[in-house]
């Protein structure tokens, strides 16, 4: 069996050719395509398509896959991004970016019309942004009602591609809960909602669990599509939990923190997850009756790279590394990384980014310690805000660029006083689609039957036991308060 796992990301559209013990066998990319102008970011949703599967037949060439091979296109990626599309499943509009901010109004609107407890307990969202695709139609609504009547199909990116492949239009279940138009501990669309933005539920997609066989691709995509003996099509799951299952962690009590330019987050939820005090997305989870905690701070990576650009002048990661490890740290500067403000768990719009005990000795290599040190302080703060309402955290697993610093993943461990574990695994998110795939094939008993597949090396940094690096935290947490109290 040849798996093809599709990640629609929000900078690359990627597909990474798998066989069926999950030996990567190619992998191929290209950049994200959108059209910019003043709040609005769009894109040509057939475009998507069409390089979708520009990519896979690049990637059965590479690999010079087996034609008498069967194949699966199992789908990952980002969720909100909103398609409309005729009843043909052919766009009637440019899809709308998550990115795309024009409806600030309409979310407001929003927020007035709706009891804020109220929602977060069907939507499973703390509060209505215009990210969320109900917002974009609300303003379609009033803005372009003749686009919004003409479509038949009511879309998210990720459901697109599925009908497009296959001709049926389905909505996978992990993505559901980033349209605010789901209510989520009933697994099924909220009408209320979806009639204040201007949609009939009709028009929105069929609901299937993650890892769903969506069907056979339709002899029009068969024709476009490189020689093998069938081709079915997988509905996968939303990037972020397909990376937990990549990388072994969705299990209770492991934490799948992100290490990229932002600083998302995911767990396994224990207890009720309904609580506003919390603030913390959360959403149907890969097998029946779970949930997924998620949530994300910008200030993330962001934070470090702003830094490395426009500060250090040019000081380049391996040096700074080298260097890193010469100090003890102990006089460095506190950092606060809130450089884009409205972060969790506090989601305080007036806070800021700031330096603090700066002296004269300090130098870059100083400074650069201590927005790493912020950015880890950061993610201890959002763990102790689930470990305060009732959340289980043993271990922490991360993925991306930044796990390529072990300072980093050590300074990270020892702030947060748990365990990190590193996969050595740059596509967790396409790993873990494929292994739904697997699941759904029959070619593994669960998504945790995955020991004799072929696995990654991963590295853990145990955390040490350091009182001058508890006391810097109580610094940070002291500085925070004392400047930016709500």
């Known amino acids: 069996m040849l798996l093809y796992a599709v990640d629609l990301g929000s900078t690359n559209l990627k597909v990474v050719l798998y066989d069926e013990v999950l030996r990567p066998l190619a992998a191929a990319r290209e950049p994200f395509a959108y059209r910019r102008d003043g709040d609005r970011v769009e894109f040509d949703p057939e475009?998507?398509?069409?390089?979708?599967?520009?990519?896979?037949?690049?990637?059965?060439?590479?690999?010079?896959a087996d034609p008498s091979e069967d194949a699966v296109i199992v789908v990952t990626g980002q969720a909100e991004s909103l398609v409309l599309a005729d009843a043909a499943g052919r766009p009637v509009a440019p899809g709308i970016?998550?990115?795309?901010?024009?409806?600030?109004?309409?979310?407001?609107?929003?927020?007035?019309?709706?009891?804020?407890?109220?929602a977060f307990e069907v939507t499973g969202e703390p509060e209505p942004v215009p990210t969320w695709p109900a917002t974009k139609l609300r303003w379609l609504a009033r803005h372009q009602p003749d686009v919004l009547a003409a479509a038949h199909h009511v879309l998210m990116i990720k459901d697109f591609l599925l009908l497009r492949l296959t001709g049926h239009a389905v909505g996978e279940e992990t993505t559901r809960g980033f349209t605010y138009l789901f209510d989520v501990p009933q697994r099924r669309y909220w009408s209320e909602m979806a009639e204040f933005c201007g949609v009939d539920v009709d028009r929105l997609p069929r609901i299937v669990p993650a890892g769903t066989i969506v069907g056979e691709v339709t002899d029009e995509v068969r024709k476009m599509l490189p020689d093998a003996a069938t081709y079915s099509v997988n509905a996968g799951a939303l990037d972020h939990f397909c990376a937990m299952v990549g990388t072994d962690a969705y299990r209770p009590g492991i934490a799948n923190a992100?290490?990229?330019?932002?600083?998302?987050?995911?767990?396994?939820?224990?207890?009720?997850?309904?609580?506003?005090?919390?603030?913390?997305?959360f959403h149907p989870g890969i097998l029946p009756g779970e949930t997924v905690l998620f949530t994300c701070a910008d200030s993330g990576g962001v934070a470090l790279e702003w830094?490395?650009?426009?500060?250090?002048?040019?000081?380049?990661?391996?040096?700074?590394?080298?260097?890193?490890?010469?100090?003890?740290?102990?006089?460095?500067?506190?950092?606060?990384?809130?450089?884009?403000?409205?972060?969790?768990?506090?989601f305080n719009a007036a806070a800021r980014g700031a330096f603090l005990d700066l002296q004269l000795r300090h130098d870059r290599v100083d400074l650069a310690f201590a927005v790493m040190e912020g950015i880890a302080h950061l993610l201890r703060r959002i763990l102790d805000d689930l470990t305060a309402h009732g959340q289980r955290v043993e271990e922490i697993v991360s993925a991306g660029g930044g796990t390529a610093s072990g300072f980093w993943n050590q300074l990270k461990a020892d702030a947060c006083r748990a365990d990190l574990r590193v996969p050595d695994e740059h596509e967790a998110a396409s790993?873990?689609?494929?292994?739904?795939?697997?699941?759904?094939?029959?070619?593994?008993?669960?998504?945790?039957?995955?020991?004799?597949?072929?696995?990654?090396?991963?590295?853990?940094?145990?955390?040490?036991?350091?009182?001058?690096r508890a006391a810097r935290y109580d610094a940070f947490s002291a500085a925070l308060t004392r400047l930016y109290a709500p």
């Open 307 to 346: 830094y490395l650009e426009h500060i250090s002048h040019g000081l380049r990661y391996e040096i700074l590394e080298a260097e890193l490890r010469t100090r003890d740290h102990a006089d460095a500067p506190l950092f606060l990384p809130y450089l884009t403000g409205v972060n969790p768990p506090e």
């Open 97 to 118: 970016s998550w990115m795309d901010e024009r409806s600030t109004v309409e979310a407001a609107e929003i927020a007035d019309r709706f009891d804020a407890r109220r």
């Open 47 to 64: 475009q998507v398509f069409e390089t979708v599967l520009a990519l896979v037949r690049r990637c059965a060439a590479d690999a010079a």
């Open 431 to 468: 790993r873990g689609a494929a292994v739904l795939a697997l699941a759904a094939a029959g070619r593994i008993a669960s998504i945790h039957d995955t020991d004799h597949l072929h696995r990654p090396a991963e590295h853990v940094y145990h955390a040490a036991d350091a009182p001058a």
């Open 258 to 281: 992100s290490a990229g330019t932002v600083l998302a987050l995911s767990l396994l939820a224990g207890d009720d997850p309904r609580d506003p005090a919390m603030r913390v997305s």
